[in-house]
């Protein structure tokens, strides 16, 4: 059996969990394996349904009183223990952010090897995999021996499809944690932003090191509240304390997937791009027309950003005044 | 304070990265080195926790003997010890790491544990996303992610607590860890400085412990490393200067982001 721990919010699965669960389909018929889906903390009938509208069989819950918020340790726990009572033949969770963590965490205590954000596996002795490396520029391909594989699938490394409907049991999995378990538990939770967030906005307006200041930002700031979309910027300008960290592009910042992405004055260095390429257009504004940035992108204009966003904001309200 | 950061020396791409003929490593013959992003930020992070609260700052890596760069970046910036576990040209897998790193800072804690021992979130390069958490567990230290903020209780030293500040979509959740602990690290967490002329001259003053590890391989081996095929699409120049906002406007209108 392959073992999918799914991403959900406690209604339903998230974008990733399905995600995981299109990658383990594929993953399970190689094996020759069914495909099983587990729960770890509260979660509604919902998310067995959308575990089971995308091919899960068996939907294990994974509770237990100290399990009330999201916690690596506890969590990782969790998985080891699945691991040694559920026998599965290999397990599989989203390369989120908390999906690596629990993971490594679950590695780390059955003393196994674990390999993150695969775009693709192939079972055998040794297994054989593909990943991601360089934040997506570059991919790995290894060979993993493991009494147990334990992997992650790769964020949009597959699309989300539903598969031939289950009508899935829930199985309870009484986990078994001590207050050790749960030390790294969350605390409290900081609510920052309502409403559109960088990594969700449908238009994202980026500036780079062209930009040339932290004032220069303004236009950017106008167009992107015209647009309904939020201001991102290049490592280069957080770096030089132009903007927070927070409206990084990158592989070390956010990863972005808007409808548009308009990048000004970013010459589209690989740190930049790895963060950009989920965009589903781009549009460069730059005045080097060899800019990295410019030959990625799906259109582009050449000049001088300081004059072409003005213009481009002095455009769209004049077509909304008519 | 006693602070532990471990880092990486990886290669500085700009635009492109290539790979060698064996496919093995990534092409540095033209690419400078630097060390892992996440990981300036921890070091800076452990320099100011150690000059708010009185203590020092060991920055440890394990690579080739060239790793001893990074190390000595990390002093002139203000750490003080730097310590390099030789894995020789080869990139260790991720358990062999650990198991390397663990040893390594299980002799350098004879007197006392580290109060604080900092990661990156994941290596620039190889991205394994679990070397940290590895040693935590065998350090038998709790360790969380992801982490953009760090305040330690009291003077930092001895039993207490640190808390954690993770950013989420939209917000941050906070943790709260007991003395030792581990934290794996964000760019974000600050703006790392920059070293100082005399930071610089103390840094080449400064002898690099170096140590050996029989660590034994993990269960995951490398067979080569190649580039995404690369979707190519035709740039379509919607114009010059500020002339092109109609046409840009048409685009977006399209779109339906208008």
């Known amino acids: 059996m392959l073992l999918v721990i799914v991403d959900h919010d406690g209604d339903t699965l998230t974008e990733a969990g399905r995600e ?22 509260a979660a509604g009938s919902g998310v067995a349904e959308d575990a089971g509208r995308h091919g899960a069989a068996t939907v294990h819950h994974a509770t237990h009183e100290l399990l ?16 040694a009572d559920l026998e599965p033949d290999a397990v599989l969770a989203s390369g989120t952010d908390r999906g690596n963590e629990f993971m490594a965490h ?35 391909d290894c060979t993993l021996t493991a009494e147990v594989p334990l992997l992650t699938c790769g964020l949009h490394a597959v699309v989300a499809t539903p598969g031939d409907e289950q009508e899935p049991e829930m199985e309870e999995f009484h986990a078994v944690l001590d207050p050790a378990d749960v030390v790294t538990m969350v605390r409290d939770r900081v609510v920052m932003e309502a409403g559109v967030t960088l990594p969700t906005a449908p238009v994202v307006c980026g500036g780079g090191r062209g930009v040339g200041s932290a ?30 960290h927070s409206d990084q592009v990158g592989q070390t910042g956010t990863r972005i997937a808007p409808e548009i992405y308009i990048a000004s004055g970013i010459s589209g260095a690989i740190q930049h791009w790895v963060g950009a390429m989920a965009s589903k257009h781009i549009l460069a504004i730059n005045t080097d ?5 410019v030959v990625k992108a799906d259109w582009a204009v050449i000049g001088d950003l300081h004059e072409v966003v003005p213009a481009i904001i002095a455009e769209v309200s004049a077509r909304r005044a008519s | 304070m006693r602070i532990l950061c471990c880092v990486k020396r990886v290669p500085a791409p ?50 080739s003997g060239d790793a001893g760069e990074q190390l000595r ?11 390099l576990v030789d894995a020789g040209q080869d990139d260790w897998d991720p358990q062999r790491t650990a198991a390397a790193l663990a040893e390594a800072i299980s002799e350098l804690e004879t007197e ?26 065998a350090l038998g230290r709790p360790m969380v992610q992801g982490i953009k903020g760090i305040e330690v209780s009291g003077d930092g030293t001895g039993e207490g607590s640190v808390t954690a500040r993770r950013e989420i979509d939209g917000g941050f959740e906070v943790y709260e860890l007991p003395r030792p602990c581990v934290l794996g690290v964000k760019e974000g967490l600050n703006l790392p400085r920059y070293p100082t002329m005399k930071g610089r001259l103390a840094s080449k003053k400064v002898e690099i412990l170096e140590r050996s590890s029989s660590a034994a391989a993990g269960g995951q081996q490398r067979v080569r490393l190649h580039r995404p095929e690369e979707t190519v699409s035709e740039t379509v120049i919607l114009g010059h200067g500020p002339e092109a906002a109609p046409a840009v406007v048409d685009v977006l209108s399209e779109l339906g982001v208008l």
């Open chain 1, 68 to 83: 009330t918020d999201y916690g690596p340790d506890a969590f990782g726990s969790v998985v080891a223990q699945m691991v």
């Open chain 2, 14 to 63: 700009g635009a492109r990265i290539n790979v060698t003929e064996d496919g093995l490593a990534v092409d540095a013959a033209h690419l400078g080195f630097t060390t892992s992003p996440h990981e300036e930020c921890a070091v800076e992070g452990a320099v100011e926790l150690a000059e708010r609260h009185g203590g020092d700052v060991t920055v440890l890596t394990l690579g």
């Open chain 1, 106 to 140: 679950a590695a780390a205590r059955l003393d196994a090897p674990f390999v993150a954000n695969c775009r693709d596996a192939v079972p055998g002795e040794p297994w054989s995999l593909t990943r991601v490396q360089w934040g997506g520029s570059l991919l790995e």
């Open chain 1, 289 to 293: 027309p060899e800019a990295n940035m």
């Open chain 2, 73 to 83: 970046y990390a002093i002139s910036v203000g750490a003080t010890h730097g310590v």
């Open chain 1, 20 to 41: 995981a669960l299109t990658f383990g389909r594929t993953l399970a018929e190689r094996m020759g394996v069914e495909l099983e889906a587990a729960a770890i903390g």
């Open chain 1, 215 to 244: 004032d220069g930002f303004a236009p950017l700031e106008e167009l992107a509240a015209l647009l309904g979309g939020r201001v991102g910027c290049s490592r280069a300008v957080t770096n030089l304390g132009w903007r927070p």
């Open chain 2, 112 to 137: 006392a544990p580290f109060d604080l021992i900092l990661f990156g979130n994941e290596s620039a390069d190889s991205g394994g996303f679990q070397v940290g958490i590895r040693v935590a567990r």
